[in-house]
């Protein structure tokens, strides 16, 4: 039996796959969660075979969800419910151990095929149409302490709270941030966070 986590925000939209997921023989919707908070605490918990995850949720720094549930428990897959119109999330969700990924307008029998690839061990599974826009897209050029000193420049907190936040100097944030600036081609920190953000590299 195939154990699954599946977390999407939308409850009609997360309550229908759950139903058509558990219809598979060999399939088991064992917990749904409307956001990422709770994912790893949660997937440590139940210890899920595939974590099916929808890609929206991935914005604004979750990447990092994966790379901690891949650590935490690397015999979890993860499957993104993705579309083509965000090919740099995309491309660093490929790069965050994402084991697979598949259109949100899938057929259901097409989703739970993927679902048992990934769940057999199949590193990489991409739904063709989405293969071309994720491999295509730029890859991250910003490191990963890059990215958390700019998630907290999004928030517009001066760099004395993102040093104290990050346990930085205050220097060491203003030369970070200049790096990221030159990285993404924006004039200051506001286009780098639009810039990374359009990107998918937050």
């Known amino acids: 039996m195939i154990r699954i986590l599946l977390v999407e925000q939308m409850t009609l939209l997360r309550g229908a796959l759950a139903v058509v997921l ?12 409307a956001g990422i908070d709770d994912v790893v605490n949660m997937a440590r918990s139940i210890e899920p075979d595939v974590a099916v995850i929808d890609i929206d949720l991935f914005a604004g720094g979750a990447l990092a ?12 897959a993860v499957l993104v419910l993705a579309s083509g119109d965000s090919p740099g999330t995309l491309r660093s969700a490929l790069d965050a151990h994402v084991r697979g990924f598949i259109g949100k307008d899938t057929a259901h029998g097409q989703l739970a095929r993927y679902i048992r690839r990934v769940a057999d061990g199949e590193k990489v599974v991409i739904d063709p149409l989405l293969a071309a826009a994720a491999l295509g897209a730029r890859r991250n050029p910003l490191t990963s302490r890059e990215r958390e000193v700019l998630r907290e420049a999004a928030s517009g ?4 709270e993102i040093a104290t936040q990050l346990h930085l100097s205050v220097g060491t944030v203003r030369n970070y941030m200049s790096s990221i600036i030159r990285k993404t081609g924006g004039r200051n920190r506001w286009e780098a966070v639009h810039i990374a953000t359009d990107a998918g590299w937050l």
């Open 22 to 33: 558990s219809a598979e023989e060999d399939m088991e919707v064992v917990c749904e969660l």
């Open 65 to 76: 969800i994966a790379h901690e549930l891949n650590e935490a428990i690397p015999d979890c």
């Open 157 to 160: 907190v001066p760099f004395a």
